[in-house]
């Protein structure tokens, strides 16, 4: 039997993958799923400490440190990066970061600090990152950013992430438009509710991830595989004509509102008090 084609066309390709934190990132899985194309997977980490932890995991890919609220540790890691491992063929941008210690307040009662810091982390490091590593593209590469499925619902459990999320998708289409002479494509994998580490720290977010489950169309949470797979789809080549999009991944969740199950235990609750 012939050895199965090379169907994205990843392998051989320098790919680098920012934030991983642990085996249930987001990440962490593209990491599996690019490993398994065939490419050569760089790292990015937010700390000396996250780096030790994930050596073992992450073997034997290099793993870099940085931290991007730091614009200094931005500029050297994708010098470093560049000069140790480039051309680069991909980066996959999946950092996010809120400040909950608050505990979930009503939006306009949103700290300056707290949101501030957010779109920081959250968006502009996605910026950041593109600007920094431009020197060190591939012609074509492609960009690749985590999202979320929808931006426009006020879930009470994901505060003021959401229109941070929204500047993200904005940034992804600016950003496309900014690179396009380069032949680099930006796009980003809006992923419906995860169970991830991250995910955990939000309050009350558990809930909503039982009810995502019973309203995706079949009746199954999405897998955090499933968004790490499109995520390395869109950094192939096999996707050379997406740019400037984000991918819902949800597994159909977004467009099932009136799910008969999800009509039936509603019309059975008691009232609320």
Do not use: W
């Not at 505060?159 to 929204?166: F, N, Q, R, T």
């Not at 940034?171 to 002479?181: G, R």
């Amino acid at each position: 039997m012939s050895a199965p084609s090379d169907f994205l066309g990843l392998a051989g390709k320098t790919i680098v993958v920012a934030g991983v934190a642990n085996k249930k990132s987001v990440a962490y899985f593209v990491h599996k799923a690019l490993r398994e194309a065939g490419a050569n997977v760089v790292h990015m980490v937010r700390s000396d400490a996250r780096k030790a932890e994930l050596e073992k995991l992450l073997a034997p890919a290099p793993i870099y440190v940085c931290d991007v609220e730091h614009a200094a540790q931005i500029e050297a890691a994708a010098a470093a990066i560049g000069a140790s491992h480039g051309p680069v063929h991909g980066l996959v941008h999946s950092i996010a970061f809120a400040n909950y210690s608050r505990g979930l307040v009503p939006f306009d009662e949103t700290a300056r600090t707290d949101f501030l810091q957010a779109v920081d982390v959250s968006c502009f490091s996605l910026v950041a990152l593109a600007n920094a590593f431009k020197p060190h593209l591939a012609r074509p590469a492609a960009v690749v950013t985590i999202s979320i499925s929808t931006t426009t619902m006020a879930a009470e459990s994901y505060g003021y992430m959401a229109p941070v999320k929204a500047a993200l998708d904005a940034a992804v289409v600016f950003l496309a438009k900014s690179f396009a002479e380069r032949g680099v494509r930006f796009n980003a994998v809006k992923a419906g509710p995860l169970k991830t580490s991250a995910s955990a720290g939000i309050p009350g977010y558990m809930d909503n991830y039982l009810f995502a489950e019973g309203a995706t169309l079949r009746h199954s949470a999405l897998k955090t595989d499933e968004v790490a797979n499109t995520a390395a789809f869109l950094l192939s080549e096999r996707s050379s004509g997406i740019n400037g999009q984000g991918l819902i991944v949800d597994a159909g969740m977004g467009f099932n509102f009136f799910d008969k199950e999800i009509v039936r235990r509603f019309s059975q609750a008691p009232p609320a008090p």
